[in-house]
């Protein structure tokens, strides 16, 4: 053999291939291997059987491979064979091993000549095979058969290309050559995946069946479809010899004549047939894994260091020992405790980068979503004014007041006092889901023990809901307490006598605080019309007076300042097509908001966007629309005072902005220290261990045994390849097989009176550089040299 010192390379890919295959597809690695690819009727099934030497494998109308065959022929004394799924069961019989083949695959595929990507692993052994290992994949059809899918042509293709799109993979691709070498099926996908041809080795089968005055002579030299590793010719049995159970033996040797007696193939005879092509198909896999090796060991390194350390978690573990559930269920709850604290108080060693979640969102809702609730809830100014001179009318009776009352102040206040319920009670609600989603996060890391999730999840749950239920007791407590006693002592009223001057001092707040930027970010503008470009998205700055954008964050060119006088914030309903939320601006006094636009529509890529950009339009003044049914409004728009009672409603007005102020920022103070979390791990444990059986609570869920044994039998498969590798040696040098092994090229004249090119590339490819050579010297009667000074002359090459 050629590749002394690399013999053991091949068995070394067939034990990984071994290795992987019985773990599935778990361990995604390219071993080189070759591909066998062609149409139906191209003679790959036949070039296989000539290799073994026996019939084995399936003939018939239609698909007859419907699952890749991964063939591993291996050199030994006897013969037999064996299947990876029937392990330790030795096939003599080859009849049986076609009969094992057509069970196996209409196991997974049906008998409908269905197609399944999932491999059959076949190994033979054999005095008459080179170590080779192949892949015989599905013929290319066109056409479906009986009950096979229409797009079958397609299927077949792509899991063809599931192969042969790896650099690892060498492409054996057979076509017949009475056929068209142009509109060869598997030199076409050769081509797409492979365009310089660096590993595709070509072979024409059915050279005997060519019409008379016809050869294959210019594609067997490598002259009309070049390849780097060129092309080899066989002949295989007709189907007339295979009916009549023509021996193989018997077919290698008329092979051989056929060769020898054509008038163009004799002077190439030696660098065709079937051994031939069975002796470079050693040389070109061995060669191809040695130059692979150093990656695929690189690969299998850093899968093995990825599942190192899963993998000592699970070694030496045992699910039904009693003392490791009552550890690992403490252990789970401990944890679930301390993950559940971190995610509320931000203290989390996996911080998410994507969206708000636990305290952060809590903090939130705090923040922005309550306090712009509690002046979504706040009345129209009119209907304000309204209410507050009827109070007033309606507490001096039939006598006309000199003073202002006091009392009228206080019903209006309660008035607006009660109407706080509802969002306290709304802002309880969203931190209680906002808990519970919490809840669901933290018991992920139970997903391996169903029933320890469950019971947990429910525990905690029932937890919250208890704690909801006192918490909004205790937030309907507080407003009954802000109720029950108007404190007007309090040192941030404004008191009677400073009232009528609370409307200038708040005027010159606002002037001075003109220039503050309240918020930057990216927006939408939603209602641009098709034909000005459509919807485009600017840089947005708010600050107390205007709203402004810019073509980008750095501010420079400005695009349009929009004043924030008599403007408000309506919501709009998210469009069916659109994907974004959105949101308009528009002016309450029906004038144009932005050139010719009523309204602004401004689109955000969350909700949670688009209320945080409400709650910073609120702080600039921008509040939200208020809906008022027709009744009211007509009735606010008769109303009429006189100066007196005028006077009179402004005083209280203020005094009822003073005092609502004060209680509204005393409920966003109390309102979070309401809206208790839980932190009582001893409580939650205690209930687990009532419910009843706690080593059903610690069993695992299939899939997580499942996951337990593929990485474990992942990991051993991957020590296992890496001792295999570690135990070749690649420093080994290539040999030829014969030194002139071609010289009767050299010595034939040149074909059909033009000269050879120089350097063609041929069916050795490879070894086609020194001495077979067009250019050197003949010396058809020199002795081979020795390896030994061989392996010096190359090394001093590569040196």
């Known amino acids: 053999m050629g590749n002394r010192g690399m013999e053991d390379l091949i068995p070394l890919v067939n034990k990984l291939q071994d290795a992987f295959s019985s773990i599935g597809q778990a361990c995604n690695l390219d071993l080189p291997q070759i591909a066998v690819v062609g149409g139906q009727s191209a003679g790959k099934s036949s070039v296989l059987e000539n290799f073994v030497g026996r019939d084995f494998l399936p003939r018939g109308s239609g698909i007859v491979t419907r699952r890749p065959l991964v063939l591993q022929l291996i050199s030994a004394t006897a013969e037999w064979a064996e299947f990876l799924h029937c392990k330790g069961k030795k096939f003599t019989d080859f009849d049986e091993v076609r009969q094992e083949i057509e069970a196996e695959t209409d196991r997974v595929t049906g008998a409908n000549k269905g197609i399944s990507p999932v491999p059959i692993n076949l190994r033979v052994y054999s005095p008459h095979v080179l170590n080779l290992t192949l892949i015989d994949l599905p013929g290319i059809t066109k056409v479906p058969v009986g009950d096979q899918p229409v797009d079958i042509e397609q299927q077949i293709r792509e899991m063809i290309m599931q192969f042969i799109t790896r650099e690892s993979c060498l492409i054996l691709a057979v076509t017949p050559a009475n056929t068209d070498l142009a509109n060869s099926d598997a030199l076409k996908l050769a081509k797409d995946v492979d365009p310089q041809g660096l590993r595709t080795i070509g072979v024409i089968t ?29 002949v295989n049995r007709s189907q007339k010899d295979i009916d009549g159970k023509k021996d193989i033996k018997a077919a290698l040797e008329a092979e051989r004549k056929f060769f020898l007696s054509h008038p163009s193939y004799r002077h190439m005879a030696e660098k065709m047939g079937t051994p031939r092509l069975q002796r470079v198909l050693n040389e070109q896999l061995t ?46 709850v401990q944890q679930f405790s301390v993950d559940f604290e971190k995610r509320i108080e931000g203290s989390g060693d996996q911080v998410d980068t994507v969206e708000l979640s636990g305290g952060a969102k809590i903090n939130r809702i705090f923040h922005e979503r309550f ?45 607006q006092i009660i109407k706080l319920k509802g969002p306290c009670v709304k802002c309880v609600d969203m931190v209680i ?84 930027v309240i918020r930057k970010g990216w927006l939408t503008i939603n209602n641009i019309s098709i034909m000005k470009g459509g919807a485009k998205e600017y840089w947005f700055v708010l600050t107390a007076e205007s709203l402004s954008w810019f073509k980008d964050d750095e501010e420079k060119e400005k695009k349009y300042m929009l004043p924030l006088d008599n403007l408000k914030v309506r919501d709009v309903e998210k469009s069916f097509m659109s994907s974004k939320h959105i949101f308009c601006i528009f002016n309450t006094e029906s004038r144009n908001v932005y050139k010719d636009n009523r309204t602004l529509e401004l689109a955000c890529d969350s909700q949670d966007d688009v209320d945080s950009w409400k709650s910073s339009l609120l702080r600039a003044g921008v509040y939200p629309e208020k809906t008022t049914t027709s009744e009211t409004t007509t009735t606010s728009d008769n109303f009429s005072m006189d100066p007196q009672l005028e006077r009179k409603v402004e005083t209280i007005r203020n005094l009822v902005d003073s005092y609502m102020a004060i209680v509204n920022k005393c409920i966003r103070d109390l309102i979070d220290t309401a809206n208790t979390t839980i932190n009582d791990n001893k409580k939650l444990l205690a209930q687990l261990y009532s419910t009843g059986d706690q080593n059903a609570l610690m069993d695992e869920s299939q899939e997580q045994a499942q996951r337990r044994d593929e990485v474990l039998r992942t990991h051993q498969a991957l ?72 392996q010096k002359h190359l090394k001093s090459i590569l040196c």
């Open 433 to 516: 889901q906002e808990l519970i989603n919490t809840v669901r996060q933290c018991s992920n890391k139970l997903e391996c023990f169903p029933m320890l999730r469950e019971e947990t999840e429910r525990i905690v749950t029932c937890h919250i809901r208890d704690r909801e239920s006192r918490a909004k007791d205790q937030v309907l407590l507080l407003i009954d307490v802000q109720l029950s006693y108007i404190n007007t002592n309090h040192e941030d009223f404004i008191g009677f006598a400073n009232a009528q001057q609370r409307s200038s001092q708040t005027n010159k707040s606002q002037s001075s605080a003109g220039n503050q």
């Open 287 to 332: 060669n191809h894994i040695r130059d692979t090796l150093p990656a695929f060991r690189s690969k299998l390194q850093s899968q093995l260091l990825a599942l190192d350390k899963e993998a000592e978690e699970y070694r030496g573990y045992r699910p039904d020992d009693p003392s490791r559930k009552t550890k690992q269920l403490l252990q789970m």
């Open 206 to 234: 059915k050279l005997d069946l060519m019409d008379e005055g016809t050869d294959a002579r210019d594609v067997l030299e490598n002259k009309l479809l070049p390849l780097r590793r060129g092309y080899i010719g066989v």
């Open 719 to 790: 020590k296992e390849a890496l001792m295999i590798i570690g135990d070749i040696s690649t420093s080994t040098i290539t040999v030829p097989i014969h030194w002139n092994e071609t010289a009767h090229l050299r010595q034939r004249p040149a074909p059909r009176g033009a000269p050879p090119p120089p350097n063609r590339p041929g069916p050795l490819g490879p070894f086609n550089n020194s001495a077979d050579s067009p250019q050197a010297p003949s010396r058809p009667n020199r002795a081979p040299p020795t390896v030994g000074k061989m």
């Open 371 to 415: 306090p712009f609730e509690l002046v979504k809830m706040e009345c129209d100014e009119k209907e304000m004014r309204r209410e507050i001179s009827y109070a007033i009318k309606n507490i001096h009776g039939i006598r006309t007041g000199l003073f202002t009352p006091d009392m009228a102040f206080e019903a209006i206040v309660k008035k």
